[in-house]
């Protein structure tokens, strides 16, 4: 919303609208089912243009309820994207503006602002032709799109990881609410910083990884359904990115139409490369924060909510390597600046609340627990991905008991044992937080809400750091996590991880 000095147009209308009620036609009367006036519309700023923020462009602008009045991105119009599809985006597009010739002729993968106004606005004219439209403004810097558009009531944040809190941060302290893609920060200090400038502007946020709850999972494991938990296993199927890099040597220039300084943001100035951006920065410690920082959300942050998870007290780290021949001398390769191809991380928690001391353990890169005997029952194999829990009398696979006749047995002494609520798509996807930003209660999905998992991903990162940058000379021991005091107590090297070293002009802390 506008700054408190200025009444903004729901707050000028409110008073008014209150008097004439008794003569007035209901909206959806005068617009049409699923009408939303011009003044109960939720104006919004998409800052991230890149391909996922194109797709998630695509459901949010049908969205009657939001008015998308600014996009942002340092990318004018691009098509060398990385994505998962080669024409999937395009595809899409097609399908929303109903134009099956939409993009012919472009060559690559396309991105960028001019591409998400040019949506926006056909959309827009094609769809709510009737509306009062004033445009779509276009910024290569979100700092001065704070500053430009004051009607403006939230921010979707689409940026590569490291800059999520840079602009988080202001557009919170500037009066707007926030909706951003996970994760919240790549850097702890950084994703604190987050979650406490939101309890201090009290704006209503939302994160986008939060997809409903484990009610079932939750009821089964306080009734005991298998036993005492002791342990969580929790595994993804990516990265679908390179990882384990090195710097690259050779300086390509600028593509035309890129602001590089402006992509990079607080980091540290370095020459421009395309394997730092697109899809790739996930698998750089700088850019992103790895496949538990891009999947981990998803799936983590339902057991932390389910087991009340405070913070680790430690995180221990084991990650592939890499080895390289110099000057015929095979070895270990170092690396300090990208991801491994595969990872496993130990956390465990105290006892808390109606949970014992728990371990929970992630996996990726095609690492995963090895199947257990009562999946044999059921002639299955561990999945690509999943959830397990593990109790001293049975285990929970992907919300269910194994083996099936456990689960067939168990429901049939509880009748009345919730149903896992299916994930919401499309608009209702967006509805918590759309209803949130309006005025509503607070999205399930809120910054504070995620700020554990945020952190304890956020530590992931560090114990991963340091054990690839440690091993084979330093046989350390699991990271002793003070959470009070923000620090790990007996490696105190792995400290400056936590912090990032930010570009003149740009730091936060």
Known sequence: MTSESNMNRREFLAPAAAGLAFSLVPRHVLGGPGYVAPSDKLTLAYIGCGTQGIRELLRLVANPEVQIIAVCDPVKDGTNYVDWDKTGIRDSVRKTLEDPTWGEGVPGIRAGRDMAKEIISAYYAKKRSSESYSGCSSYADFRELLEKEGDLDAVKIMTPDHLHATIAVAAMKKGKHVVMHKPLANRVSEARLVVDTARQTGKATHLLAWHGPLTAVREMLLDGAIGTLREIHNWTDRPLWPQALNPPRDTPPVPEGFDWKLWLGPSLDRPYHPSYTHAVFRGWYEFGGGSIADMGNYSLWPIFMALDLPLPISIEAQASFSCEIVDQVSGIAANDFAFPYANRVHFRFPAHGNWPALS??????????????????????????????????????????????????????????????????????????????????????????????????ALAAVAIRVSRKSFPENDLPPLQWDAQNMKVTNIPEANQYLYREYREGWKLL
């Open 360 to 457: 929970l353990y992630w996996y990726d890169g095609g690492m995963r627990p090895f199947t257990r005997a009562e999946l044999a029952e059921d002639s299955r194999a561990m999945p690509n991905a999943g959830t397990l829990f593990v109790g001293d009398k049975g285990l929970i696979l992907n919300n269910r008991i194994v083996p099936e006749k456990n689960m067939q047995e168990y429901r049939a002494s509880k009748p009345d044992l919730a149903e896992q609520p299916k994930r919401p798509r499309g608009a209702a996807a967006d509805a918590a937080w759309v209803q949130a930003f309006k005025g509503g209660p607070a999205s399930p999905g809120h910054f504070l809400n995620a700020a554990n998992c945020a952190e304890t991903i």
